[in-house]
């Protein structure tokens, strides 16, 4: 008589009939389901923080802007003009206005020497001497000396002294020329002007002999009318063919001698004044658009910060920055504190809550009264107890539509303690927890499915015992006589 056996199939539900694999796989899929629903609150946490973030860098632009307006370089543009083209002119803000008058009497040359010897090839001797002194071309003053070495076991070579002229650290360029009776070698000085002109002295030539000027460096020089001798002009040089020093804050660049007089003029230029607003301006707007649309709460929105009240705030504070009025320290004709606003000056709040700017009105009010203008708009932040310009505790110290926009920016964007850094932040904490939680309950799933697993397949063990165990008995009972199996 034979035992029954115990041998499972390892085909899912062979024994059963189940399909035990899809089984387990809807079990897990609703034991899962809490975390599936962490792992959707995830998403929206990453949402929110990066939504505040994108709110966050929006008012870090609006405060660099804001923050131009409280600079006084701002309110002092200037525009250079030239009357000829071989004449350009670039005035910084600040630039002192005024037009000046002039001849191009000269242009900046470069110094250069020759040696008066030749080479056959690159590679020869050198024999100029083994140390070269660099002196002003009236000897009075030495630069320093220049050692030539040589790279091989023979003499120093024309390349070699190449070499050590060109790493000497004075400001001297070298070159081999290759003409027609051999190589010549030419020193020149990295700069133009008179002071960088030089002459070559060595071991062997005390005297300079060795080397001949090819051009002579020289400064650049303007001359101008002097009204108090009709018979002398006035001149300035530079060692460049730029001028930088003759109008304060007026670069001059010249290009090509001439007799023929020049002028260059400086003026303000109330177009760089009016783009600095308008940048103003388009950084509120921007901010502004950003906060409407994360927090957007119109029916049907998916706006992931609907109707965040820190967000909707902000927009009334900008608001209310640029549109309040602004009492400014200068004095009408009674004698009266004037008091201003944008909005008298170029700068309206539009029904659907932005900003217009009207730069033909602004620049028409700052031609009238450029203080008033500036008064209006500018202001100045004070620093706060971090002593650091440009951070949330800021305050404002003069009122001015610029300083207060700055410093409210400052409060919403500063990277340390800001409104908005700090929203982001809390969200950035919130998905770290979640994520935590997420990851514990992708080992509980593991354990759950490996329990499932198990019971699953101990149950088809045990079908399959049993499936055996009828088998044999049903066997046992046919092969019993027939009579035995009446009784």
């Known amino acids: ?28 899929q609703i ?29 870090a632009a609006l405060a660099s802007a804001a923050a131009a307006l409280t600079q006084a370089s701002t309110w002092s543009p200037a525009t250079a003009t030239s009357s000829d ?42 024999n100029l001497g083994s140390t070269l002194t660099i002196k002003s071309t009236d000897g009075t003053k030495t630069f320093g000396t220049i050692k030539i070495t040589s790279s091989t076991t023979g003499a120093a070579s024309l390349n070699d002294a190449i070499s050590a002229i060109n790493k000497s650290g004075l400001g001297l360029s070298a070159a081999a020329i290759q003409t027609s009776t051999g190589y010549a070698l030419q020193v020149t000085a990295t700069s133009s002007g008179a002071a960088k002109a030089f002459q070559i002295q060595s ?19 303007i001359s101008f009318a002097n009204p108090s001798n009709t018979s002398q002009r006035y001149t300035s040089t530079s060692a460049s063919n730029t001028f930088s020093n003759v109008l304060n804050g007026t670069s001059i660049t010249v290009s090509q001698k001439s007799t023929t007089p020049v002028t260059v003029g400086v003026v303000t230029d109330p177009n760089a004044v009016a783009n600095a607003v308008q940048a103003m301006v388009t950084a509120a707007n921007n901010a502004l658009a950003k906060i409407s649309t994360y927090s957007d709460s119109s029916t049907g929105s998916t706006a992931p910060l609907k109707g965040d009240f820190s967000l909707l705030s902000l927009t009334g504070r900008v608001l209310d920055a640029v549109s309040s009025s602004v009492g400014t320290n200068l004095l009408d004709a009674s ?21 217009t700017f009207d730069p033909v009105a602004f620049k028409a009010a700052y031609a009238a009264n450029p203080a008033q203008v500036q008064a209006v708009f500018s202001g100045t932040t004070l620093v706060g107890a ?31 303690s800001g409104s908005l850094t700090s929203l982001a932040k809390g969200q950035d904490s919130r998905a770290k927890d979640i994520q935590s939680q997420i990851d514990a309950w992708t080992l509980r799933l ?21 499936k055996n165990q009828s088998s044999w008995l049903s066997s046992q009972i046919n092969s019993l006589p027939s009579n035995a199996k009446s009784n």
């Open 1 to 28: 008589m034979t035992s029954p056996t115990s041998s499972t199939s390892s085909i899912s539900g062979l024994i059963s009939g189940m399909d035990t694999t899809t089984v387990i796989s809807q079990l897990m």
């Open 31 to 59: 034991e899962s389901q809490p975390q599936t629903q962490l792992k959707s609150q995830l998403s929206a946490t990453k949402t929110d923080a990066a939504a505040y973030r994108d709110v966050n860098s929006a008012f």
């Open 85 to 126: 083209p071989s004449v350009t002119a670039t005035a910084t803000a600040g630039a002192a206005q005024g037009a000046l008058t002039f001849t191009v009497d000269n242009l900046a040359t470069t110094h250069s020497v020759m040696a008066k010897s030749t080479w056959t090839n690159t590679t020869d001797p050198y």
């Open 203 to 221: 071991d062997t030539d005390s005297a300079g002999a060795d080397y001949a000027v090819a051009t002579l460096g020289a400064d650049a020089q």
């Open 335 to 355: 004698g009266k504190a004037i008091t201003s606003s944008a909005g008298s000056n170029g700068v309206q709040l539009s029904r659907d809550g932005k900003l």
């Open 386 to 416: 971090d002593n650091v310009a440009n951070s949330a505790d800021d305050t404002v110290g003069v009122q001015g539509v610029g300083a207060r926009l700055a410093v409210l920016a400052n409060q919403a964007s500063d990277s340390a």
């Open 446 to 466: 593991a354990a759950r499915q490996k329990t499932l697993t198990a019971q699953f397949t101990a149950m088809e063990t045990a079908l399959g015992t049993l």
